[in-house]
């Protein structure tokens, strides 16, 4: 099962600061060692789930309802000339949406204006799923008729999909410390390597949907599976001309989003608000699973090289780093996500001289955009790659390398940020290993790899001569991630969250903050209720309805429970304290009821402040780029079968400091499901596209991971307390995507002895790498597996354990699959 | 259009629509059971799992015509109703408390999948179990605590 570990254990010192003793609330209950602590709450919406009575979007019935649908491009770059009906079609029956009848601007609104809402006709069509034209009809039969009576029309352009050589640049950023010359002048190594992850899809389980009902002011109401319902707020009254009384975005129970339902939900919100409109019915716009999967968007693929100088004992002392991303056609986030990926490519390391360069570019594909992660696990798997080979190549333990460099309290970052508090890379790390196993495990991987490669291969025949079939390996990954919005994001979103007490004596959390199974509505109550000196289930949750609750900020960045908790604490403290006052200093457990009944209902609106010490300046990239961060190291232990290079993730262990545990349970389900998100990502999630058009968009074809090709993970929760809010905690959600990648693939490379440098980890791309076969499009994925295919891994080589401890030096690239 | 008979959670049914009609649509519009979920509907993902006559089967892929005549269970049919609301199936207690359920989508079919498996008398075995539920797809979980919950349920607890 899993283990919980209370800080401060380890050599790394937690700095105490000011706010230190409020992250340590006192409340009733059972005891957790180390710390006072009730058992947390069972998940609050959990019984409706479990019995089929939680609503979702499509669960929600609204009379004489009609059915939207979106006809969308079939080319990935192309002018749009018009649109045919059909004449043989009734079209009277039919509701026809195009961007002429938008009656606001033709924007979905985000950070950049550029997307349209529906491209106009003569307009320009960016990628092959670009919605061009809404349909909506009573019934679902005269829809799908109508889908098939309409007609595009297009004039072909010369499309761009490869990010390198696009010159449309959405975003780029530099980021130098140090002398990056004089730091390879001083190193005794250097080691290059260039680095490919392709998209990845979110997968909720529950697709996309939103309905639109027309209100009788002439606004909309949409109800949907969402994330963000202030996004959509904006995105309706900008496009639709709406006030914000006029615009009202209700969530329904949210099926998973990872981000997936960040951003693209304004635009299914926009279609089905303008059908609403224009028939004066509730339009239903519920996407099928292959509708999600072609045009809703995905993580950016990204190439990353690296170029790193590292001391002969593993002192890293130079990192040259470039970041490639593909925005697809439109910004999206895509800044943003370049931002923190720029921001994370250097891995959890200290290293004094750095030069970062990210850059974002057009393609005609779907737009990528948030996914869990936001841009780090793309380059962190690189960075641990990178450093796994460095460590090999310095005949160095891969944890020692790790010691070695990790972040501790002082360091500082490439942005010149001082870690001052709240780092824990070593303890995560020294609590994986030491739960996995690590050394003990891997010296008996390097025996029974160095038993195998004296077998070869038969000459002329993909066949082994050895008789096992099937190699095990070991491998770890170190990570960290910024926790909340990055830079001054959390500063101009200045989100609000409220507490009140009803006029009923009833407590009530009035927040945007959505649940969509991380567990939201249970850990803001049990929170609240802590300060007041309540049941958790004595406070409710207000519906997350714009009409009622305050904007919260996006629910998105693994925020929610460090930034809007934190302000919900402060709401609940400064009730607590206006309530006391004025009763005397009695309990406000037992004035409750008759303060209200005197008082009527009392609310606070709590504001975001900027957190004491945190600057960033946007324009140099310079300061803190976050006010903590969140440290998580992975160990994987893999079987990759000989024959068909398959890959089997045996087991994991999952080490990840979120500062104060709120709810060791959520926790928990929360690294687990990203490990295997993660796990995913390394070894069988994988688009492909053809020219511009994902081939693999149903369900059929993209496969995730299944109960049985999960490894158990156990999860060890370290809390490393962040001062800065005020009970201590710093995020969970997306911090366990961005280890388990890189863990995997240093575990394949324990196996077999070769690295994987493009995820995922395909049979096809192992295979190549072992060199018994080549990879499918017939060209070696890589100059480096076009090396070990022609030099199969030989016998008594292996560097590793027991290797010599003086290497020979070297400059450039080194071949992985090559033994020393 | 054709008559079709059969029993949903113990109570005769009786539904009036072409054969083909997928069992999902029945269960979520034309009986308004909608705890059945769709999330793929070309059985990829178990969502839409309930049981035919004890078996799991996912009912986006079974026209009403196959079931005439048969026991349905799905979801709603669980807990057990009391003056003070609905008893939780052991199943669902189970999930409830060792975290089984994040987002809730895959959970009703995910619950009818282990249910066959423990009416089956499926035991707290890890491989057992993770086979029985192979066929419904979780983003969440991980799906460690799903496998706690039925190891749980199937007497496996402390």
Known sequence: ?820 | MSTWRFAVNGEPVEVDVPGMRRLLDVLREDLALTGTKEGCGEGECGACTVLVDGAPVDSCLVPVCQVDGARIATVEGLAAPSPEGAVLDPLQQAFLEAGGAQCGICTPGMLMAARAYLDGGGGPDETAIRTAIAGNLCRCTGYTKIVDAIAIAAGGRG
């Open chain 1, 1 to 820: 099962m899993t283990i919980r570990t209370s800080p401060s254990r380890t050599t790394t010192p937690v700095t105490p600061s000011p706010a230190a003793p409020d992250a340590l609330v006192v409340r009733r209950g059972a005891l957790l060692p180390g710390r006072v602590r009730p058992a947390a709450p069972l998940r609050r919406e959990g019984p409706a789930k479990l019995t089929g009575e939680a609503k979702y979007a499509d669960d929600l019935v609204f009379p004489g309802a009609w059915y939207g649908a979106t006809i969308r491009s079939a080319d990935a770059h192309a002018r749009f000339d018009g649109f045919d009906l059909d004449p043989a079609l009734d079209w009277s029956s039919v509701a026809v949406v195009t961007a002429a009848d938008i009656p606001g601007e033709n924007i979905v609104s985000l950070i950049s204006d550029d997307q349209p809402v529906l491209v106009p006709v003569g307009g320009e069509i960016q990628h092959h799923a670009e919605p061009l034209v809404l349909l909506a009809a009573a019934d679902r039969e005269t829809l799908r008729s109508a889908r098939h009576a309409v007609t595009i029309r297009t004039t072909p352009l010369e499309p761009v999909f490869d990010p390198l050589a696009s010159e449309h640049v959405f975003a780029h950023y530099e980021i130098a410390s140090g002398d990056l010359d004089a730091g390879f002048a001083e190193a005794d190594f250097i080691l290059e390597g260039e680095y490919r992850v392709g998209h990845q899809e979110q997968l909720y389980i529950e697709n996309n949907a939103m309905i639109a009902v027309p209100r009788e002011d002439g606004g909309v109401a949409v109800h949907g599976s969402l994330q963000c319902p202030y996004y959509i707020h904006k995105a309706l009254k900008r496009s639709l001309r709406l006030t914000a009384e006029q615009a009202r975005v209700v969530q329904a129970e949210t099926g998973g989003g990872f981000g997936g339902k960040e951003e693209y939900p304004s635009i299914i919100a926009l279609h089905a608000a303008l059908l609403a409109r224009r028939t004066g019915k509730p339009v239903r716009m519920i996407y099928d699973r292959h509708e999600d999967l072609a045009a809703t968007t995905k993580r950016h693929p990204a190439i990353v090289t690296h170029r790193t100088g590292v001391k002969a004992d593993g002192t890293l002392v130079a990192q040259d780093i470039d970041v490639v991303m593909d925005g697809g056609a439109y910004c999206t986030l895509t800044p943003v996500v370049l931002s923190r990926g720029a921001i994370h490519a250097g891995g959890p390391y200290r290293c004094p001289n750095v030069r970062i360069r990210a850059r974002a570019t057009r393609t005609n594909t779907p737009p990528n955009g948030a996914f869990r992660g936001f841009g780090a696990p793309q380059v962190e798997f690189a960075a641990e790659v990178q450093l796994g080979r460095l460590a090999e190549t310095l005949g160095m333990s891969p944890l020692e390398i790790r010691r070695r460099n990790l972040y501790r309290i002082g360091d500082e970052t490439p942005t010149g940020q001082i870690l001052r508090e709240s780092v824990a890379a070593e303890d995560v790390l020294e609590r994986a290993a030491e739960a996995a196993e690590f050394e003990g495990v891997r010296s008996r991987t390097a025996k029974a790899r160095a038993r195998r490669a004296g077998s070869g291969h038969v000459p002329g025949s993909p066949l082994r001569t050895s008789r096992d079939r099937s190699a095990s390996g070991i491998g770890v990954a170190l990570a960290w991630h910024g926790a909340g919005f990055t830079g001054s994001g959390e500063v101009k979103l200045a989100s609000v969250a409220s507490v009140e007490l009803g006029g009923d004596g009833r407590v009530r959390i009035l927040t945007g903050s959505t649940e969509m199974g991380q567990g939201t509505k249970t850990i803001f109550p049990q929170l609240v209720a802590a300060e007041l000196g309540l049941a958790a289930d004595e406070v409710d949750m207000a519906a997350q309805d714009t009409a009622l609750v305050p904007d919260s900020g996006p629910t998105v960045a693994s925020r929610t429970a460090m930034v809007v908790g934190g302000l919900l604490i402060q709401a609940a403290r400064r009730l607590r304290a206006t309530v006391e006052e004025r009763n005397a200093g009695a309990a406000f457990a037992d004035v409750r009821a008759r303060d209200a009944a005197t008082h009527g209902p009392t609310r606070i609106d709590q504001q975001f402040e900027p957190y004491p010490h945190v600057h960033f300046d946007d324009d140099t990239y310079r300061g803190d780029a976050y006010p903590a961060f969140g440290w998580a190291a992975c160990v994987a232990t893999v079987d990759v079968d000989l024959d068909s290079g398959e890959v089997t993730v045996r087991d994991v262990v999952a080490a990840d400091d979120i500062g104060t545990v709120i709810h060791p349970v959520l926790a928990e389900g929360q690294v687990e499901g990203g490990t295997l998100q993660a796990i995913g990502y390394a070894t069988i999630e994988e688009i492909k596209l053809r020219h511009g058009r994902y081939l693999n968009d149903r369900l059929a074809t993209y496969i995730i991971p299944t109960a049985l090709d999960a490894p158990r993970i156990h999860a060890i929760l370290v809390e490393a307390p962040f001062s800065g809010a005020p009970h201590g905690a710093k995020g969970v959600g997306e911090l366990p995507m961005d280890v388990g990648a890189p863990a995997v693939v240093a575990a394949i490379h324990d196996a077999v002895g070769a690295w994987i440098h493009e995820l995922p980890a395909s049979p096809e791309r192992i295979l190549a790498a072992l060199g018994t076969t080549r990879p499918v499009d017939g060209a070696p994925a890589s100059a480096e597996v076009a090396a070990a295919i022609a030099e199969p891994i030989e016998a008594g080589t292996d560097p590793r354990p027991g290797a010599a401890t003086d290497p020979q030096p070297m400059r450039g690239p080194r071949d992985p699959g090559e033994p020393t």
